[in-house]
C-alpha cells in the first residue's frame, strides 16, 4: 500500500512516498480502515519536525498524519464493537495515540478514537474534524460548560478549530466575539460571530470586556491580553498556554490548558451536532496524497480558512 512516511526528522526534504508500506494488523482494540481523505493539522508538521520527540519519540520508518475519513476494512474476528466491515467512519489514526499515520491508503486505528462518521458530510470534509471537533468540544461544552446568554471570546475565528467553535458557541445560545484578519470578517460573520475584532488593525483587549469565557489557540501576548477582556470568575481555555498564576489571581480568572482527547464519546456528540444543526465545514485546499509534503508546508506556512485535506 502507499503510505507517506520519514526516516528521520525535519522539513518538507524528509517526507517521501513508500509505495510498499506493510499492511498494519488488527487486533482486539484496532480496526483497519480504507482510508478515503485525511486532514492536516499543525501538529503533524510538529510531528515530523520532532516537537514530541522527548515525549514519543517515533520507530523510523514512521507513517505521518492523525485525522482521517474512511471505511472499516478488517476487524478481528469474535471482538465484541459496534461497528463492522463496510461502516464509514472518522476519527484518528495517529501513532502518537497507538494507530499507524492516518497518511496512507489503509490506517490502523483504535476502537476508542473512531465514531460512525456523519451523514450530513462527504469524507473530505469529515476528515478535517476529529481534532478541531473534539478539541471545541472538550473546550465549550466540558471544560468550560458555556450556556445560553454567556459572552464567549473566540481567537481565530477563521481557522480550523476556530469556525466549529464559532458555531457550537451559537448551537448553546452564547454571544461571540472572535479575533480574525480583515478579509475573514464577513466569512465568521456568516458563521455566527456576534462581535467581529480585525487584529491586524484592532486591540482585542481594548474593544472587548466582561467575557465570561475566552476559548485561546494562539498563546503568547494574546493568550495574556485575555484575561483582560475576562470577568471576575470568567475562565480561560489554552490549547498552547499553561496556567499562568499571576494572571489568575490579578483578574480572579480561572485558567485550563487543554490536551485534547480525540474519544469515541465526543466525536459521536459532534455528529448527533452536526447532522440535526447543517454545521458548516470548511475545507480551504486539497493535496492529493503524493503531495503530502506540500500540504504539510501549506499547513504550516499560512492561515488556513478551515482545513486543508489530502484526498486518497
Given amino acids: 500500500m502507499k503510505s507517506i512516511q520519514i526516516s528521520k526528522y525535519g522539513g518538507s526534504d524528509v517526507v517521501d512516498i513508500n509505495n510498499d508500506a506493510p499492511i498494519p494488523r488488527v487486533s482486539t482494540d ?52 459496534n461497528f463492522n466491515i463496510g461502516d464509514e467512519v472518522y476519527g484518528q489514526a495517529s501513532l502518537l495515540s497507538g494507530g499507524s499515520g492516518s497518511f496512507a491508503e489503509l490506517a490502523l486505528t483504535n476502537i476508542k478514537s473512531i465514531a460512525v462518521k456523519p451523514k450530513t458530510l462527504n469524507h473530505i470534509e469529515a476528515s478535517s474534524l476529529p481534532l478541531v471537533g473534539a478539541s471545541t468540544w472538550q473546550g465549550l461544552v466540558d471544560n468550560i460548560g458555556l450556556s445560553k ?68 489557540t494562539v498563546g503568547g501576548e494574546t493568550y495574556k491580553k485575555s484575561f483582560k477582556v475576562l470577568k471576575n470568575n470568567g475562565t480561560i481555555v489554552s490549547m498552547l498556554e499553561q496556567p499562568d498564576s499571576n494572571l489568575m489571581n490579578q483578574y480572579g480568572v480561572k485558567a485550563i490548558f487543554q490536551f485534547t482527547e480525540t474519544t469515541s464519546e465526543r ?30 508546508d501549506y499547513q504550516k506556512d499560512n492561515h488556513p480558512r478551515g482545513k486543508v485535506v489530502i484526498t486518497i
Fill in 30 to 81: 484496532k480496526v483497519l480502515v480504507e482510508v478515503k481523505a485525511s486532514g492536516v493539522n499543525p501538529v503533524d508538521w510538529k510531528i515530523r519536525e520532532g516537537y514530541f520527540q522527548q515525549m514519543v519519540p517515533l520507530q523510523f520508518p514512521a507513517t505521518l498524519g492523525t485525522d482521517f475519513s474512511g471505511v472499516i476494512k478488517e476487524l478481528e474476528q469474535n471482538v465484541s464493537t
Fill in 149 to 216: 446568554n454567556q459572552k464567549i471570546l473566540i481567537h481565530g475565528g477563521a481557522g480550523g478549530i476556530g469556525t466549529i467553535a464559532i458555531q457550537l458557541a451559537k448551537h448553546l445560545g452564547a454571544y461571540v466575539g472572535t479575533t480574525v484578519k480583515s478579509e475573514d470578517k464577513e466569512f465568521v460573520k456568516q458563521l455566527g460571530a456576534d462581535e467581529i475584532v480585525d487584529y491586524t488593525t484592532q486591540n482585542f483587549d481594548d474593544i472587548l470586556h466582561d467575557y465570561d469565557a475566552a476559548f485561546d
Fill in 267 to 296: 466525536l459521536t456528540k459532534l455528529v448527533q451536532w452536526i447532522d440535526q444543526n447543517n454545521v458548516k465545514v470548511n475545507v480551504e485546499k486539497t493535496f492529493p496524497l503524493s503531495e503530502t509534503a506540500k500540504a504539510l
